[in-house]
């Protein structure tokens, strides 16, 4: 099962709405769902919540967090709460931006490089294992690698907004599966292609006989 959730972004208003912070909104929703708050906890340098008993039949407590650090320092709050409450890796999922897919597509993943996000790469670092689980929200990609640095930390158009928003709505109804360690359900959930727009109906044609 899933004990950790984390989210990834930077801290401040001024990068609150920015794609980078994906992995904030995605955290955002899953504690609204859980209707878990999160508060400022110093000793893991980020936003915190524990949730006991999140269901049922799984046994408390799973913790949401927010890492407070930077983007590029959030190993440092990840592992220092993993560490204390004795998280494993394979426990962690960690939600973050991905210039690889396009606006409104997400991904799940277990291990992997950090294919240059800097918080994965400091997750790494500090983890010392790679082996968490990622939730990849898709960004898109600016088209050059010199502009990606840029990109990441300008506010998304109105319509990937809504793309990115709809993704993360489309991914809950997978958390009960993570909450269980139910992976594979929880794949096939998050993997699903959205349904596609009905076409609209043709016009009626009046057939009555004047």
Do not use: C
Not at 32 to 54: C, E, H, I, M, T
Not at 173 to 193: F, N, T, W
């Amino acid at each position: 099962m899933i004990r950790l959730f984390v989210g990834l972004g930077n801290p401040g208003p001024e990068y609150e709405a920015t794609r980078h912070n994906a992995g904030f909104w995605w955290i955002d929703e899953v504690a609204r769902k859980l209707r878990a708050s999160l508060q400022l906890d110093k000793s893991y340098w980020g936003l915190v919540a524990r949730v006991n008993r999140p269901l049922p039949d799984v046994d408390g407590p799973v913790w949401l967090l927010q890492p407070q650090t930077y983007m590029n320092l959030s190993g440092k709050s990840v592992a220092a709460l993993a560490r204390f409450f004795k998280i494993a890796p394979g426990e962690i999922l960690v939600a973050h931006d991905e210039l690889d897919l396009a606006p409104g597509e997400t991904k799940i993943k277990q291990g992997g490089g950090h294919a240059g996000h800097n918080g994965l790469r400091d997750i790494h670092a500090q983890l010392g294992s790679p082996d968490y689980w990622r939730l990849r929200l898709g960004i898109g990609h600016p088209g050059v690698k010199h502009e990606v640095a840029d990109y990441v930390l300008r506010k998304p158009s109105p319509e990937h907004r809504v793309a990115l928003e709809q993704a993360i709505e489309r991914t809950l109804p997978a958390l009960d599966a993570l909450l269980r360690g139910e992976m594979d359900i929880a794949q096939r959930l998050i993997h699903a292609k959205p349904p596609r727009p009905k076409p609209p109906k043709p016009p009626q044609l009046d057939t009555e006989v004047p």
